[in-house]
Structures are given as structure tokens and as C-alpha cells.
């Protein structure tokens, strides 16, 4: 439709430029003369002729020396022909041999409307008698049979519309022929395109007038697909090795857990050895957990994480997992408080996978943690939105600065690495945060908190209609 449109526009747009032009040109071309420009050719030239031809006392007749100087210039003749008898009665000195000096009605009548021996005529009246003038044989083209029916003359506008009606459906006619192949080879093309983002196999049949771009349309997918193959083996590789050392990390690290536990609760060791051996367990349990982030999120990235979706109780998964938090908070630094948006509803059933999201509320809550080594105060929340559920954790830490935040949204954390700093950043367990939140058709937020410390929100589709494409168990 786009194509016919501008082919409309242009159409009218040409033909009205173009009848412009033709009817200048014709103006132009096919001009009247009229002899008004010092020559006798021409209805009003003859007229003009007839009046430098004057009537002498003797009877006769004498051409003025302007109506000569008119004949002379256009090279005619002319003749004057008395009513009643059809005699010449007066001739212009350069008169032809073979033109006669006497005419009948019907001569004359017939003469006046076409040619006297191959000279085309003009006739103008000169009192009572006629006068006739010869142009030149090369001169002229004379219409002699020119009648029209008035109805014809009347009807002339409307017939006019008509033709022109006519030629325009004619002009579509033959551009929606002679284009149908065009329109034909354009349609798989603009599929073909639709369908790269897709991923779909691309091929379109390289034949007709768009042949060569059907060809840079399948060189295109097919480069597509071979990039497409790479990325695909270079992941599973990846996830393949992230996998392998996640597994083959497991049983030493259990292993380092199991002695320094043993070492930190022996009686029979000195007190700094075991404060040394509580610390190596805590280590080791950070590295686990983040061997643990490290498998998750690539997991989540490959869409290799089945994702169970049920029936939640957004408020109580957050007591829980807060629950559990501040159990390791032996010493109490890091204070919990949950609030419940509204009249307690948000927290009410919520279709989403209950141990991701709660992995995604202790991520936040070890991040807080880790950030504020001294110690702070944390607001854990849920609150309704329409159509949403929004989790919030906020803490009094010492936050993030504008440039750390402005990093932090703009840049894949787990591929943060810099040398030039050994200040703790947020990183893998912000990813899986965000990632959760997409396969739950969600997304996330960060900024500062009202607290002057840090804020994260999640917000959670009620009825996710965009779900990522992770693997879904019913």
C-alpha cells in the first residue's frame, strides 16, 4: 500500500506538471498567425490588407504602399473579386500565371474554405466584394471539413473527465502488471528481514528485478546463523568450565570447612588459633557462596535454570529469609525490620519461584552487609502496585556514590574487573538479582535510600505476560 500511495502521489503530481508544461508548449507551437506582425497571412491580416486597398476616382483600385510591403514580406498574392459577376477586378502585381480572374459562388465558396491551386487562402470583405489573398504553398495547413455536433461542444467537459478517468486507470493498469513481479519478490524479502531477528532460517529464492538484494538478504543469514553457531559453542564452553569448577571446587573447599570447624570448636587449641580457623570457615563459606552465585548466574544467563513457578507468600518468604539472615548475625550488627505495604495484601499469594526470589532478598541482604563492615540498619518491605509487587531493601550504610551508581546500572557486573582498586563493589550478586527478576518478568532498581545508605527494588509482574526465556516447571 505504501509503494501504490507514492506511486498515486507521483502520478498526479507528474501528470499535473506535465499538463502545464504540454499546454506552454502547445501555446508556443501550434500559435495562430494572424498577420498582425506585418505579414498578410492570417484571417485579420487579410482584414488589415483590405483596408490599404482603396478605391480611386477612376474605379479601380490601389493597394497602399504598407498593404505591399505586407505581400512582398510574406510572399503572397492577392486578388479582389466584384459580387454579383465573380470577376477580378483588382490583382496584386506578383499574381500566379495559373490563377484565373473569374470565380463562381460555388469557386469561391469553396476556395474561401481550402486552397486556390495548392496556395492556401484567406478572405476578408472588402465593401460589398471579396477580397482573397494567396499565401505562400509551404506555408499553411488548412482543416477544410472542421464540424462538430453541439451536443459534443456542450458535453465537452464532462467527456474530457472521462478520457482523463480513463487513462488514469489505464496508467494503474499497466503499473500494478507491470510492477506485480516487483511486489511479488518484495514480500519474502521483507518476511526474510522480519525473521532475522527472530532467529529463524532465513532463504529467499534469488530470482527476479530484486535478485541481488534476495541474494544479500541469504549471504546476510547465513553469516548470522555461522556467528549464531560460534556464540553458542563459545557459551556452552563457558558454562560448560564454570560448571566443571564449581564441581571440582566443592570437595576441597567442603573439606577446608570441615577441619577449621573442627579447629574452631577444639578446646585443646589456643584461642587465636581457633579465632584464625573461624575466620578461614567464614572465607571458605563466602567462596562457596560465591561458587554457588557463579553457577547460578550462568545458569540464569544460558536459561539452563528450571524455574518453578507457584503460589508465594511474598510477606512470609521475606520473614523467612530474613529469619535466616539474622540467625548468622551473631553479634547483631546488621538489625532486620519488615514492613508490609497497605492493608497486607501485597504480601499476599504471588505466582513465582519461591527459592530464586528468596535467593535474590539474602543476595541483597549479604550485599548490605558486606558494604557496611561496621555495621547498619536494614528495612526489608514489600508494597503493592497495580498490576505489580515491589520488594524493597533499603540500609543506613554508607550507600553508593552517584558515579558508583551510574556504574552499577550501566555495566555487566560480573565482567567488572579493575586492578586500580581494592574497594569492595557490588558485582555477581546484583547480577543474579536482576536476572531473577527477569525470569519472573520483573525488573530491577537502584538508587539512593531514603536512609542516606542503599536501596534495591524489585518489581514483580502480578500476571507476568514477559516472562524470560528460562525453562518453566508447572
Given at each position: 500500500m505504501k509503494l501504490i500511495k507514492r506511486f498515486a502521489v507521483t502520478l498526479i503530481f507528474s501528470l499535473a506538471l506535465l499538463l502545464v508544461l504540454n499546454i506552454f508548449l502547445l501555446l508556443i507551437t501550434f500559435?495562430?498567425?494572424?498577420?498582425?506582425?506585418?505579414?498578410?497571412?492570417?484571417?485579420?491580416?487579410?482584414?488589415?490588407?483590405?483596408?490599404?486597398?482603396?478605391?480611386?476616382?477612376?474605379?479601380?483600385?490601389?493597394?497602399?504602399?504598407?498593404?505591399?510591403?505586407?505581400?512582398?514580406?510574406?510572399?503572397?498574392?492577392?486578388?479582389?473579386?466584384?459580387?454579383?459577376?465573380?470577376?477580378?477586378?483588382?490583382?496584386?502585381?506578383?499574381?500566379?500565371e495559373e490563377i484565373q480572374l473569374h470565380y463562381s459562388a460555388a469557386e469561391i465558396s469553396w476556395y474561401?474554405?481550402?486552397?486556390?491551386?495548392?496556395?492556401?487562402?484567406?478572405?476578408?470583405?472588402?465593401?460589398?466584394?471579396?477580397?482573397?489573398?494567396?499565401?505562400?504553398?509551404?506555408?499553411?495547413w488548412k482543416d477544410m471539413y472542421p464540424t462538430f455536433q453541439l451536443s459534443t461542444i456542450k458535453n465537452l467537459p464532462r467527456t474530457m473527465l472521462l478520457?482523463?478517468?480513463?487513462?488514469?486507470?489505464?496508467?494503474?493498469?499497466?503499473?500494478?502488471?507491470?510492477?506485480?513481479?516487483?511486489?511479488?519478490?518484495?514480500?519474502?524479502i521483507v518476511q526474510g528481514i522480519q525473521a532475522l531477528p527472530e532467529g529463524e532460517?532465513?532463504?529467499?529464492?534469488?530470482?527476479?528485478?530484486?535478485?541481488?538484494?534476495?541474494?544479500?538478504?541469504?549471504?546476510?543469514?547465513?553469516?548470522?546463523?555461522c556467528q549464531e553457531y560460534e556464540l553458542k559453542k563459545k557459551e556452552q564452553a563457558r558454562a560448560d568450565w564454570i560448571s566443571g569448577v564449581s564441581h571440582d571446587i566443592r570437595t576441597p573447599l567442603s573439606m577446608v570447612m570441615g577441619y577449621a570447624s573442627e579447629m574452631e570448636e577444639?578446646?585443646?587449641?589456643?584461642?587465636?588459633?581457633?579465632?584464625?580457623?573461624?575466620?578461614?570457615?567464614?572465607?571458605?563459606?563466602?567462596?562457596?557462596?560465591?561458587?554457588?552465585?557463579?553457577?547460578?548466574?550462568?545458569?540464569?544467563?544460558?536459561?539452563?535454570?528450571p524455574v518453578k513457578m507457584e503460589a508465594?507468600?511474598?510477606?512470609?518468604?521475606?520473614?523467612?529469609?530474613?529469619?535466616?539472615?539474622?540467625?548468622?548475625?551473631i553479634e547483631g550488627k546488621y538489625p532486620v525490620e519488615l514492613a508490609v505495604g497497605g492493608n497486607g495484601s501485597a504480601g499476599g499469594d504471588f505466582c513465582g519461584d519461591k527459592e530464586l526470589l528468596k535467593r535474590a532478598v539474602n543476595n541483597l541482604l549479604l550485599n548490605a552487609q558486606l558494604h557496611n563492615p561496621a555495621g547498619c540498619h536494614i528495612w526489608l518491605g514489600v508494597s503493592g502496585?497495580?498490576?505489580?509487587?515491589?520488594?524493597?531493601?533499603?540500609?543506613?550504610?554508607?550507600?553508593?556514590?552517584?558515579?558508583?551508581?551510574?556504574?552499577?546500572?550501566?555495566?555487566?557486573?560480573?565482567?567488572?574487573?579493575?586492578?586500580?582498586?581494592?574497594?569492595?563493589?557490588?558485582?555477581?550478586?546484583?547480577?543474579?538479582?536482576?536476572?531473577?527478576?527477569?525470569?519472573?518478568?520483573?525488573?530491577?532498581?537502584?538508587?539512593?535510600?531514603?536512609?542516606?545508605?542503599?536501596?534495591?527494588?524489585i518489581f514483580l509482574d502480578v500476571n507476568p505476560q514477559n516472562i524470560d526465556n528460562v525453562h518453566l516447571l508447572d
Open positions: 500559435r495562430p498567425d494572424t498577420g498582425t506582425k506585418g505579414t498578410a497571412g492570417g484571417w485579420k491580416g487579410a482584414a488589415k490588407l483590405a483596408e490599404y486597398l482603396t478605391l480611386q476616382p477612376d474605379g479601380g483600385y490601389e493597394m497602399q504602399e504598407e498593404g505591399t510591403t505586407m505581400l512582398e514580406g510574406s510572399g503572397s498574392w492577392a486578388v479582389l473579386i466584384q459580387d454579383g459577376t465573380g470577376d477580378v477586378i483588382w490583382h496584386s502585381e506578383n499574381l500566379p474561401t474554405r481550402g486552397y486556390v491551386a495548392d496556395y492556401p487562402t484567406t478572405t476578408a470583405a472588402k465593401g460589398e466584394d471579396l477580397l482573397m489573398i494567396g499565401n505562400p504553398k509551404e506555408s499553411y478520457f482523463l478517468g480513463a487513462n488514469l486507470a489505464g496508467v494503474f493498469l499497466i503499473y500494478m502488471v507491470v510492477t506485480s513481479g516487483i511486489l511479488r519478490s518484495v514480500k519474502p532460517d532465513v532463504y529467499v529464492k534469488e530470482k527476479g528485478l530484486l535478485s541481488e538484494l534476495a541474494a544479500a538478504l541469504n549471504l546476510v543469514s547465513e553469516k548470522l546463523r577444639d578446646a585443646a587449641v589456643s584461642e587465636e588459633i581457633r579465632q584464625k580457623a573461624g575466620i578461614i570457615r567464614m572465607q571458605s563459606v563466602r567462596m562457596k557462596n560465591l561458587v554457588n552465585d557463579l553457577n547460578l548466574a550462568s545458569k540464569l544467563e544460558y536459561h539452563m535454570q508465594v507468600n511474598l510477606a512470609a518468604m521475606l520473614r523467612e529469609t530474613a529469619a535466616y539472615f539474622m540467625n548468622l548475625d502496585l497495580p498490576g505489580q509487587r515491589r520488594i524493597t531493601v533499603e540500609d543506613d550504610g554508607k550507600g553508593v556514590t552517584d558515579e558508583q551508581l551510574k556504574k552499577l546500572k550501566e555495566t555487566p557486573h560480573y565482567m567488572l574487573s579493575s586492578g586500580e582498586t581494592q574497594e569492595q563493589r557490588h558485582g555477581l550478586g546484583l547480577l543474579i538479582v536482576q536476572q531473577i527478576a527477569a525470569a519472573h518478568g520483573g525488573r530491577v532498581e537502584f538508587g539512593h535510600g531514603e536512609k542516606k545508605g542503599f536501596r534495591v527494588d
